[in-house]
């Protein structure tokens, strides 16, 4: 069973950055995709960015332009850097892995990780 484990979380001013981290592990797997998203209390979860294995891409509109999602296939590790933090963007964020093995697909979710911006 795949495992995601997050770091990088914060607090920061609105216009400062922060890299997140998320690490998969366990067994043998190839990823299909890995993506971040957030979710502020009392509301649905969201796609922030996401990776498909090919190195395709998409974001959500509010981030376009702001932050970058990438992957280190060595260490099975994906990346959300994020630039021009804004207020909004305050949200406890989670990784979303989807992988498969002898034709067996599998999704992970990480532990979630607050990233907190004021004004």
């Known amino acids: 069973q795949v495992r995601l484990v997050e770091s990088g979380g914060g607090l920061v001013q609105a216009g400062g950055s922060l890299r997140l981290s998320c690490a998969a592990s366990?067994?043998?797997?190839?990823?299909?995709?890995m993506a971040w998203y957030r979710q502020v209390p009392g509301k649905q979860r969201d796609l922030v960015a996401s990776?498909?294995?090919?190195?395709?891409?998409n974001y959500a509109d509010s981030v376009q332009g702001r932050f970058t999602i990438s992957r280190d296939n060595a260490k099975n590790t994906v990346y959300l850097s994020m630039n021009n933090l804004k207020p909004e963007d305050t949200a406890v964020y989670y990784c979303y892995g989807n992988f498969a093995w002898n034709g067996v697909v599998s999704t992970a979710w990480g532990q979630g990780t607050q990233v907190t911006v004021s004004s």
């Open positions: 366990g067994g043998m797997f190839s990823i299909n995709t």
């Open positions: 990776r498909r294995a090919g190195g395709i891409t």
